[in-house]
Nanobody, 120 residues
């Protein structure tokens, strides 16, 4: 069993910061790409940022310059540092990871989501 456990969401005023964390736990062999998605009510889920095992990053345009994704491979953990938050960033944020699990199958895992609310 593999789980992605998220933390760090909450309520913050516009201009504030939050740091999201997501740790993979359980039985698995390796993790390829890890990322963060978000979904606001009435909107489609969108990729916010992702990062390869080697540290290559990708961001949605609206996050560039404000958000930073990073990972600690030894801890099987991905982070999302969010600065200069805007009300438009309000959403449920989901951790995602491509994981080689028991049986040598690559499986796309999702966290349960953590609420980020930015007040104006």
């Amino acid at each position: 069993q593999v789980q992605l456990v998220e933390s760090g969401g909450g309520l913050v005023q516009a201009g504030g910061s939050l740091r999201l964390s997501c740790a993979a736990s359980g039985t698995f062999f390796s993790i390829r790409i890890m990322g963060w998605y978000r979904q606001a009510p009435g909107k489609e889920r969108e990729l916010v940022a992702d990062i390869t095992r080697g540290g290559i990053t990708n961001y949605v345009d609206s996050a560039k310059g404000r958000f930073t994704i990073s990972r600690d491979n030894a801890k099987n953990t991905v982070y999302l540092q969010m600065n200069a938050l805007k009300p438009e960033d309000t959403a449920v944020y989901y951790c995602n990871a491509d994981i080689l699990s028991r049986g040598y199958r690559w499986i796309d895992y999702w966290g349960q989501g953590t609420q980020v609310t930015v007040s104006s």
